[in-house]
């Protein structure tokens, strides 16, 4: 079956740009997370949807950072005015239900280079 | 902030030996993961260990929890060259906050 999808694999930006980073969950899977690792680290927690809303925002690092799953399925994060601290691989994950007992299921990432 | 930290960070063996990772964290926790991360690729579960038990296995895979010391390991028994990868620790504190705090990672090379 499929599993957790993520585009683009690659994003190359300039530093004070838009982007958007979108994430397909495995069909049926209400929680789905957001991840960033940067190089050398593990990945670092950012938001957590459960259905439409997000239900822990607490690791976005500050508000240029938003992310949205309007119809409880597909999720896209989205970076206004890019830094090129923001130069990271976003991962995307999901599963069945929510709750810590759950496993999750991760995408291959996006990885994001802001010039 | 990254919770747990593996131990070693890198480790190096060859085919057939054992190969063991260590893992501390800081606060309570509800259940600690151990996923496996190869080069260029997303995360894979591995193994799930609930605060209330003391040792899994799966298949080559085991794993031993401390709640006592905050700590984890998971040992590999008789690794094979496809073992090679990094490997991570990750914990779920719950109480409504579901995403995991991952460590660091150790990096795990199989010598052929």
Same mark, same amino acid.
């Given at each position: !079956? ?6 683009? &694999? ?16 495995? &069909? ?43 119809? !409880?399925?597909? &999720? ?22 929510? !709750? ?6 991760? !995408? ?8 | ?8 960070? *890198?480790? #190096? ?10 893992? #501390? ?42 709640? #006592? ?8 028994? *008789? #690794? ?33």
């Amino acid at each position: !079956g499929a599993g957790v999808s993520q585009t683009p &694999s690659n994003k190359v930006t300039e530093k004070g740009k838009y982007v958007e980073l979108r994430c397909d969950p495995i &069909s049926g899977h209400t929680a789905l997370y957001w991840y960033r690792q940067s190089l050398g680290q593990g990945p670092e927690f950012l938001i957590y949807f459960q259905g439409t809303g997000a239900a822990d925002d607490s690791g976005l690092p500050n508000d240029r950072f938003f992310a949205v799953r309007p119809e !409880g399925s597909v &999720s896209t994060l989205k970076i206004q005015r890019t830094e090129r601290g923001d130069s990271a691989v976003y991962l995307c994950a999901s599963s069945l239900l929510a !709750g810590g007992f759950n496993e999750q299921f991760f !995408g291959p990432g996006t990885r994001l280079t802001v010039l | 902030s990254q919770q747990g930290e593996e131990d070693p960070q *890198a480790l #190096s063996i060859q085919e057939g030996e054992n190969a063991t990772m260590n893992c #501390s964290y800081k606060t309570s926790i509800n259940n600690l993961q151990w996923y496996r991360q190869n080069s260029g690729r997303g995360l894979v579960h591995l193994i799930l260990i609930r605060s209330n038990e003391r040792e899994k296995h799966s298949g080559r895979l085991r794993v031993t929890l401390d709640t #006592s010391k905050k700590s984890s390991s998971l040992l590999i028994t *008789a #690794s094979r060259a496809a073992d090679t990868a990094s490997y991570f620790c990750a914990t779920d504190v719950g109480g409504g906050a579901d995403g995991l705090t991952f460590g660091k990672g150790t990096h795990l090379i199989i010598q052929p």
